[in-house]
């Protein structure tokens, strides 16, 4: 008998989501599945150590006849998968799971990842909100009086949950005296209590797999698929999975990893924000040649990002399964109607492209942002749920075209140090205080964001960048600035605000992951031992 043991506080109605049974569940999981995840993480660290040797990624030897097998297809989606045109993601707190159902897209990316900070109450609290949603009752009562409920007037949006990354334990959660893979938790605890009930509403449990480095680590989530279809009787091949293409040895095996998941595959999604932050990652030692410039200088049209959306939409259609693209994060504001002008025709100019290089569909962060990427995409679509039939056939990218980082325009300047160091101090500020998706200068934030600012300037710092200004970045220049940067947000805050906020512990942790001499490979994994 494994034991499992409930580390965490009492968190409201968190009894209806650990009971017995579905703890039991948890334990096999973690029995079954928790040693190759750590075998898994130590590969990451072997590859990684390769590359640093050689400066060198390319596509698998070892896996050519997967690529070259024109036969296999993944699975077909279910009716609620067939047109994906519009996601919105958010975090799966009471108010956001409300809006995002009622909010017009067709699907709501639940995250239990990057926009959520994993609070105990989060964790159990995101579940609980999950099983509500699920069922229809779900509602929400604003301090202020205000209602939200569930609308009767249109269909709401299909539900897919993103749990954690495979690098991320559950501390409150401890099989045999060890935290629980977080991935497996929160995987586990949705589908244990709504699988069944989401195939009997003509659903399914469909999940978003985040920050995935090869196809052995997709074989995994098929194992734990296969496994818990089979031990809760639900019907095999029940699960759809949707991965982000989200680091950069994943960019290399695309093919791979939905032919592991052939069974259970939906599609692929192309999540910019984390790419970016795993080239940096990646390549970090490389030299100069991998160094880029300030992060709202790199758009989709420079070379490197082109070439991985055009190989992500040639690899799904290829073999039958959706290219989503990627997130447009500006919130609108009601009170700036010149900002909302600008930024809404960059928005519509990013979905143009992506619906004109055959995505199926793209993401959202903001519901008034929904009828402008279906406006897109509707206009692009016609009365097709996809573009499945759009093969790309012209496509053919090379590793060296995949890693053509040197060729991304623009420059680093001083405003762009600034705004790394401002965003991440927010954003640091907000996810140790309980929320992991933040509205930062319009835009939401959420976790990728601080990796790409606290990386770029590790890299920067380690390559001797000179600014546009002249200086070169140091971390006495960035100390510098953090305190500039801090004294502005305060002033915007007010004092009681900013001192009630965890501002100081940000800054001790944004130093330590972009100062250190030592590159950390995620900052939340520091950052969650500062949390409860």
Known sequence: MVDITVAGGQVERGEEILTDEALAFLAELQQRFGARRDELLAARRERRAEVARTGRLDFLPQTREVRDDPSWRVAPAPADLTDRRVEITGPT??????????????????????????HWANVVGGQVNLADAVRRKVSFSAPGGKSYSLRDDATLATIVVRPR?????????????????GA??????????????????????YFYLPK???????????????FAE???????????????????????????????????????????????????????????????????????????MRAYTELLVHTCHKRGAFAMGGMAAFIPSRRNPEVNETALAK??????????????????????????????????????????????????VTAAQLLDVRSTPGEVTEEGLRNNISVALQYLASWLGGNGAVAIFNLMEDAATAEISRSQIWQWIANGVRLDTGEVVTADLVHRIEDEEL??????????????????????????????????????????????
Request: charged fraction near 30%.
């Open 184 to 205: 497996l938790a929160d995987f586990g605890l949705h589908f244990f209590h709504n699988a069944a009930e989401l195939l009997a509403r003509g659903s399914g449990p």
């Open 230 to 304: 089979e031990r809760l009787g639900i019907p095999a091949g029940s699960v759809r999975a949707t991965v982000l293409i989200e680091t950069i040895p994943a960019a290399f095996e695309m093919e791979e990893i939905l032919y592991e998941l052939r069974e259970h595959a939906s599609g692929l999604n192309a999540g910019r924000w984390d790419y970016l932050f795993s080239l940096i990652k990646y390549f970090r030692d490389a030299g100069r040649d991998f160094v880029l410039p300030d992060r709202n200088a790199v758009t989709m049209t420079a070379p490197c």
């Open 165 to 181: 990354g495979w690098h991320l334990d559950e501390r409150h959660l401890l099989v045999d005296g060890r935290p629980m893979v």
């Open 212 to 226: 995935m480095e090869s196809h052995l680590e997709a074989r995994l989530w098929n194992d734990v698929f296969t």
């Open 487 to 532: 004294a502005r947000i305060r002033e915007a805050l007010g004092a009681e605000a900013f001192d009630a906020a965890p501002f100081q512990a940000a800054r001790e942790l944004f130093e330590t992951v972009a100062l250190a001499e030592h590159y950390a490979d995620f900052l939340t994994v520091p950052a969650y031992e500062r949390i409860d």
């Open 347 to 396: 928005v519509r100019a990013d979905k143009e492209r992506e619906a004109g290089d055959g995505f199926d569909g793209s993401w959202v962060a903001h519901p008034d942002l929904v009828p402008v990427c279906k406006e897109v995409f509707d206009a692009a679509l016609g009365d097709r749920p996809n573009q499945l039939e759009r093969l790309r056939e012209e496509v053919d």
């Open 93 to 118: 707190e009471r108010k956001m799971t409300v809006n995002a159902l009622n909010s017009g897209a067709n699907v709501w990316l639940a995250d239990l990842e990057d926009a959520n900070t994993p």
